[in-house]
């Protein structure tokens, strides 16, 4: 039997676009796959997105909480603060920029997990710090009522029975037994006479002597005069960065000042001199005497 060379061309022919067909089937199944694989990518990439974007927003939130919780923040929580809140912001600002490619997106997630971790040490560093905030708190406040109990029992007991040294510490007080404040001016011979008027007036005398006392320590002892003029002010003779001395537990300025040489003589008189150094307005003034830092007599000078 002869060949027909015709039959042999047209079943060349089919089987040629056979294989055609067959590759346009294929070719279209894999564009159609890598089509429906994009948009998966896509859909599955902005789904990413929206889920870090929640987690931004919560871990913002957080952070915001935390701060808001902390009465004091220490320099060291400051600075981390700013630090977090500026993670927070730059990650908010890349993932409203654009389309982020998977890549873009995993080193989104790490540096976001990253930031939860920080985020919840932080919260409990400043949890750890008002703890010790509150505890200090009440340590201070249990040490003010543990003070204020001891003092209230220490006011009892001198009240009901004052102490051996306390006894001693205030029979030590010196007590004058007369206290004269007298106005002085001097006649033409040198005498100097009394006078209440201060026109006349040159100096004011002060006279005292002192009561008996058996524990008073002998020796050289300090006297002070603060003169109280009737406005209130004390009238100093010195300069007023050299007329200090402590008295009834505050720092005071004095008018005058000197030494005796003290042994317990009650029949001694002491003597102390102001002399006016401007001039004076009429009314009461009043003569404070100061001797081992406490107040021990006042008297009143009457000046016309």
């Not at 505890?135 to 003010?144: P, V």
């Amino acid at each position: 039997m002869e060949n027909n060379p015709n039959a042999e061309k047209d079943t060349k022919k089919v089987y040629i676009l056979l294989v055609v067909i067959a590759l346009l089937i294929a070719t279209n199944v894999f564009l159609w796959l890598q089509k429906n694989k994009s948009e998966t990518k896509v859909e599955q990439t902005t789904d990413e997105k929206s889920k870090l974007q929640s987690e931004l927003d919560q871990l913002e939130v957080d952070l915001n909480t935390a701060t808001a919780n902390a009465d004091t923040l220490n320099q060291n929580l400051i600075a981390k603060d700013e630090e977090l809140k500026g993670k927070v912001a730059e990650l908010q600002a890349a993932l409203k920029r654009g389309k982020m490619n998977t890549k873009q997106l995993s080193k989104a997630k790490n540096e976001i997990d990253q930031l939860r971790y920080y985020i919840n040490k932080y919260q409990e560093q400043i949890a750890a710090l008002k703890k010790e905030n509150e505890e200090l708190t009440n340590e201070n406040s249990g040490l003010k009522q543990t003070v204020e109990s001891e003092q209230k029992k220490s006011n009892d007991l001198l009240n009901k029975n004052i102490s051996l040294s306390n006894k001693v510490a205030v029979a030590e007080i010196l007590k004058p037994t007369s206290l004269i404040a007298t106005g002085i001016k001097f006649r033409t011979n040198g005498k100097e006479s009394a006078t209440d008027r201060v026109k006349s007036l040159e100096k004011i005398k002060i006279n005292f002597t002192l009561a008996d006392n058996q524990v008073a320590a002998t020796g050289n002892k300090d006297f002070f005069i603060r003169i109280i003029n009737p406005e209130n002010k004390a009238e100093l003779v010195t300069d007023a960065n050299e007329s200090k001395f402590n008295a009834n537990g505050e720092a005071l300025q004095y008018s005058v000042k000197r030494s005796f040489d003290f042994q317990n003589n009650p029949n001694q008189e002491y003597s102390i001199y102001w002399t006016k150094g401007s001039s004076l307005n009429p009314g009461d003034y009043t003569i404070m005497l100061y001797a081992d830092g406490t107040s021990i007599g006042k008297t009143i000078l009457k000046l016309k």
